[in-house]
């Protein structure tokens, strides 16, 4: 515990009841913060820091808020603040994809006519509209409410959630693609900008895990084996296996203690390889 000296900070998790966010907001919660679930679904936030609470010892509660309502997330600053005090570490862990904006084949051919519904000229700009919204704004709404309690301290730390699509986009996404790529610019962009006020500003990019939003994608619904993408995913990973929640933890301990303190606007991946890797 004393290594990472985070006995009693505040910490925020936006999306903290998803799968990634909830075992991060734990690995934050033994190490002594105080944590404060924020989820769109007030039933597992309350659920996640009650499990948080009984596992760890240390406080969390459960909010429901949406990272895209503005209102909704002061609202949060207030009961965060009566419970808690100011906030001193934001994890931007809401986001995510949606078929609407996922193109069903990878590389088209023929011409547009052909099977339109499959490619590019399938996609439904509302889709883009919503993979930019929760990827995006849900980042940046939450950080303007709460980096406010960061400013006043002098002090603070965010975390952003990227993913391995930010660096080089990966086929059948590019709403979500492009989404996680804004966000790396826009860590760099706000570390800058908060360089002089005790804010760090960083981000983490996860590689290929199994979750809800992409189980779509890599399982095969009918025999329950790897999708042909779930194999090559397997095969551009020299680790050759999916990342677990449980090793994201490291590097959010790393990020958000006083051992990164001259570290700010840098991207971490965290992909057993897969971005170092030109597949030969
Ligand atoms: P998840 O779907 O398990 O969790 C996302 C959580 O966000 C859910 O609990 C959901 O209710 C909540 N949420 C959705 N909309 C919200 C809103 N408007 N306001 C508040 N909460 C909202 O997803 P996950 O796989 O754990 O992903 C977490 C983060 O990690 C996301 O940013 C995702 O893009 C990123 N990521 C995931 C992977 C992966 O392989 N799963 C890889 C890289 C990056």
């Not at 924020?38 to 596992?55: G, H, P, Q, Y």
């Not at 000229?121 to 930019?132: A, C, N, P, S």
């Not at 939003?213 to 296996?241: A, H, V, Y």
Request: charged letters at 20%.
């Amino acid at each position: 515990m004393s290594q990472f000296n985070l006995k009693d900070k505040v910490a925020v998790i936006t999306g903290g009841a998803g799968i990634i966010c909830s075992s991060l907001s734990k690995s934050l919660a033994l190490h002594g913060v105080k944590t404060v679930i924020i989820d769109i679904n007030k039933e597992a936030a309350v659920k996640v820091a009650l499990a948080i609470e009984k596992e760890t010892g240390s406080q969390s509660i459960g909010l429901q808020a949406s990272v895209l309502d503005k209102k909704s997330m002061e609202a949060a600053r207030q009961a965060i603040h009566a419970k808690f005090g100011p906030v001193d570490i934001l994890v931007n862990g809401a986001g995510g994809n949606s078929p609407a904006a996922t193109t069903k084949i990878e590389k088209m051919e023929g011409t547009p006519d052909e099977h339109p519904e499959d490619t590019f000229f399938g996609l439904q700009t509302e889709g883009f509209d919503k993979v930019f919204d929760l990827n995006f704004k849900g980042t940046l709404i939450p950080t303007m409410v709460l980096a406010a309690d960061m400013v006043e301290k002098k002090s603070g730390v965010i975390i952003n959630i990227s993913s391995m699509n930010s660096y080089r986009p990966l086929t059948k996404i590019p709403a979500y693609s492009a989404a996680k790529a804004a966000i790396n610019n826009f860590t760099q962009w706000l570390a800058v900008h908060f360089a002089k006020t005790g804010i760090r500003v960083n981000a983490i990019a996860p590689g290929f895990l199994l979750t809800n939003q992409n189980r779509f994608l890599m399982i095969d619904e009918s025999t329950g084996g790897l999708t042909p993408r779930g194999k090559k995913i397997l095969n551009g990973t020299p680790m050759e296996r999916f990342c677990t929640p449980e090793e994201l933890s490291g590097t959010l301990l790393y990020l958000v203690s006083d051992l990164s303190q001259f570290v700010t606007g840098v991207i971490i991946p965290v992909d057993g390889g897969f971005s170092a890797y030109s597949g030969i």
